[in-house]
């Protein structure tokens, strides 16, 4: 996903490269790169032009900062204005303080609705929430079945009261079986039209005032671009959404519906679709999708991800001992497993900066490679591995430890010099400030 605009925006800032200070000559031709860039990802007109108008203000008006280069600056600004246009933080599905949470889903036909709230159904129960889906799109049967179908899927229950029934009925009948029923959140499919029109605008309207909904959330296709954004802002002028879920974001490489959403319609975007699983939901932040926009690695994540699966305290030791260069074998064990309990090694490499262009026979290979290091590790003695420089200089241990993990004397050459080629590079990173912790694996 946004890989288009990914690719251009870096060749905005290649442009910045080298030259010693933002200043108005020099910032044109990036401010033109981004432009088109973004109304490529068919990014509604009005949203680049602030868009542009805003980096460039604050790109001419910042402050040199020593030690940052122009370039690395003005990729700041950029992102930052991608977080402020995207709505800053993330805004969580409302939950009520009496029960049930009153949820209604709503869209065009197509979109991903009734997928969309299974997905949102599913969320909840990892939630330790549970949910209520209420069918009341009576004009198409198969959208009352499809419905059931994926609540037995997740194990959702689902209330419906076939086609013959009103739906402003099935929705406050469908609330009472919650109550009754102890079910905190109640999430209501509505009937989506292929296009908007007034009868499917009067309906929500009367389901809306009936059940007087702790959320209204719209549905919108990513691939739909800046149709999107628009259509986000009509649904809220005519009925008042509280924000919107941006499905089949896995589909649309341009992105630009992430973009405009919020800028056209006031309203945030609280979830995205990623597939067609039930799982494919996620919550949305801004931070982390400009992250992506930006192909500079999804950082963020990645730094919660390795916090949830490691002690703070161990991942700052390791830091320490990369920086003073006292970095031996056994953190780089350390390390590398911490990795691997962080997920595949391809999503891993593709959050790093840089790595996100990653072939999936790239993947295989340095996962293959990192069997082959591990293995190599294992044959070391303790002391071997405290002291990597024991292995520079003898060739009898290195044999050795060849022989004992089935692999040539070259190879473990090869190791121990990539190690310390490694070694002295972490030190030269975590010195420049840059990332600790994700050096060049030897291999
Ligand atoms: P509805 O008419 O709005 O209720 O749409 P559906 O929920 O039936 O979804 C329409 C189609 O879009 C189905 O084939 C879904 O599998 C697909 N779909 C929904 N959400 C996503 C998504 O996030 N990614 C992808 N790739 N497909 C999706």
Do not use: C
């Amino acid at each position: 996903m946004f890989d288009a605009l990914a690719d251009r925006l870096e060749d905005a800032w290649k442009k910045l490269r080298g030259q010693d200070k933002i200043g108005a000559a020099n910032i044109k031709p990036a401010l033109q790169e981004i432009r088109r860039a973004l109304l490529s990802a068919d990014v509604n007109l009005q949203v680049v032009r602030d868009f542009v108008a805003d980096v460039e203000k604050k790109a001419l008006g910042a402050e040199v900062v020593s030690g940052v280069r122009p370039d690395q600056q003005f990729v700041k600004i950029v992102y930052d204005e991608l977080v402020e246009v995207m709505g800053e933080t993330n805004v969580p599905l409302a939950q009520a303080e009496r029960s049930p949470t009153i949820v209604l889903m709503a869209g065009l036909q197509g979109t991903g609705k009734t997928t969309a709230t299974a997905k949102l159904a599913l969320f909840l129960k990892k939630q330790e929430r549970n949910a209520l889906m209420v069918a009341t799109d009576v004009y198409r049967p198969a959208a009352i079945d499809q419905l059931i179908t994926l609540g037995s899927q997740i194990d959702v229950p689902v209330f419906e009261l076939g086609t013959d029934a009103d739906p402003v009925d099935i929705a406050r009948q469908g609330i009472e079986h919650a109550k009754a029923e102890g079910i905190d959140t109640v999430l209501i499919d509505t009937a989506g039209r292929l296009q908007i029109d007034t009868d499917m605008m009067d309906e929500l309207r009367r389901i809306k005032d009936t059940v007087r909904p702790d959320e209204v959330l719209l549905v919108v296709d990513a691939m739909t671009g800046q149709e999107a954004a628009s259509l986000t802002a009509t649904f809220h002028d005519q009925i008042g959404v509280t924000g919107a879920i941006l499905t089949k974001l896995d589909g649309d490489s341009r992105g630009g519906a992430a973009l405009s959403v919020r800028r056209i319609s006031g309203q945030p975007i609280k979830f995205v679709g990623v597939g067609e699983k039930v799982e494919a939901l996620q919550p949305f932040y801004p931070e982390r999708m400009a992250s992506r926009i930006l192909g500079m690695g999804d950082v963020v994540s990645l730094v919660e991800k390795a916090q949830e699966e490691i002690d703070l305290a161990d991942a700052e030791a390791l830091q320490a001992k990369m920086m003073e260069a006292r970095f031996d074998f056994n953190d780089f064990l350390k390390q590398m497993r911490l990795l691997k309990g962080m997920g595949s090694f391809g999503s891993i490499m593709k959050m790093i900066p840089g790595m996100n262009k990653l072939s999936g026979a790239d993947i295989e290979k340095g996962e293959g490679q990192l069997k082959r290091v591990e293995a190599m590790i294992g044959s070391m003695t303790k002391l071997e591995r405290e002291d990597p420089d024991l292995l520079s200089r003898s060739p009898g241990r290195r044999r050795r430890i060849a022989k004992g993990s089935g692999h040539k004397d070259t190879e473990v050459m090869k190791l121990v010099n990539d190690f310390n080629r490694m070694r002295t590079m972490m030190q030269q990173m975590s010195q420049g400030g840059m990332m600790p912790g994700m050096g060049g694996m030897p291999g």
